[in-house]
């Protein structure tokens, strides 16, 4: 590879992993209020696509800078918010585990062809502990005991996040295959 084709290979991965956490934050407008403050999204499937995409390490670095970049006040959260207290409050557990969901579900690539059944695994995976850092991180701001943080965190939430995984995983492998390799 020369010089030329090793710096525009730089540029390319550092545009598209800047670009799924633009992707992330455009998805986190897309909003349903629920009752107990945590609103339905799609920043999750966003995240999904940035590990299948990016894989691992450049996944989780766009989700970092997501997180970041909400962190220090840019309205990227649901609703155009942003600011270091959507992540220490009820939500927060959700933003702050996006990098390690992006990272799991990134380190299932390598199975979508010889063991799918090991990338939909990951996917799983990544999904459950986004759910399990959200709701110990609302209940512990909230003072609500678990029953009630699984009411309000994951209970309402099965059915769209079955559907996004499903979708993202899907749509995911696609985009993979069909944009040039990043890393």
């Known amino acids: 590879m020369n010089i030329k084709n090793a710096s ?29 403050g945590v609103p339905m999204t799609l920043q999750t499937f966003a995240v999904t696509l940035a590990g299948i995409v990016l894989g691992p390490k450049l996944g989780a670095l766009s989700m970092l800078v997501y997180v970041l970049m909400g962190g220090v006040g840019l309205p990227v959260f649901a609703s155009f918010r942003g600011g270091l207290n959507m992540l220490i ?3 927060g557990g959700f933003l702050l585990s996006f990098p390690l969901m992006a990272l799991i579900i ?23 502990l986004n759910y399990v850092v959200g709701t110990a991180m609302f ?12 009411a309000a965190c994951v209970i309402p939430f ?17 985009l993979r295959t069909a944009l040039p390799k990043v890393g």
């Open 8 to 36: 525009s290979t730089k540029s390319y991965t550092l545009t598209v992993t800047a670009l799924m956490a633009a992707a992330t934050a455009i998805m986190a407008q897309i909003a349903i209020p629920m009752p107990a």
């Open 89 to 91: 409050g009820p939500t």
């Open 139 to 150: 209940c512990l701001s909230t003072g609500s005991s678990v029953s009630a943080g699984l």
């Open 106 to 128: 990134g380190l299932g690539v390598k199975y979508i062809k010889e063991k799918p059944i090991l990338f939909w695994t990951f996917l799983i995976l990544g999904t459950v």
């Open 158 to 174: 099965i059915p769209t996040t079955i559907i996004k995984a499903i979708l993202g995983g899907i749509l995911g492998i696609r």
